[in-house]
């Protein structure tokens, strides 16, 4: 499971060590793309799996807003491999769109990564996440 938060630096050629405790969950290989918000998704390629089903299915491209939306992902999705020190290169277009400079912040999301300059990293509210588990009748 992909939970917690951690840090760590981007060398000069836009490298990064992914923090051990997300290693084992993402495997060798995994997909990095753009997310939401100003940072980037890192997926084991099961889950990257079940997201592009999942878009497919509920996205057909037949409308322009499901082929933009769907580009978004697809088109800025790179495979990546861990290097021998654990390492992944983070492309530079993904670099700017997320404002990726020297320190990185690493927030587990359950099923994915998201990579964040940690400037731009917003905590979530315990109250407002309280209320939004409230509304949709989630025991907690």
């Known amino acids: 499971m992909l939970i917690g938060k951690h840090t760590n630096t981007l060398d000069q050629k836009g490298r990064v060590i992914i923090p051990a405790a997300f290693r084992y969950d993402l495997e060798e290989k995994f ?11 890192i997926y084991p390629k099961d889950e990257w799996l079940i997201l592009v089903e999942k878009l497919k299915k509920d996205m057909p491209s037949s409308k322009k807003s499901n082929r933009l939306a769907r580009r978004f992902f697809s088109s800025n999705a790179v495979e990546c491999e861990l290097d ?3 390492r ?6 993904l670099r700017e769109y ?13 099923n994915k990564v998201e990579i964040w300059n940690p400037d ?7 109250e407002m996440v309280g209320s939004l588990l409230e509304e949709m009748d989630i025991d907690f």
């Open 31 to 41: 997909i990095l793309t753009k997310g939401i918000e100003k940072c980037l998704f």
């Open 84 to 86: 021998k020190q654990g």
């Open 88 to 93: 992944i290169l983070i492309p530079q277009h």
């Open 98 to 110: 997320a404002g990726l400079e020297k320190e990185l912040l690493f927030v587990g999301d359950l």
């Open 120 to 126: 731009n990293y917003e905590e979530c509210d315990a």
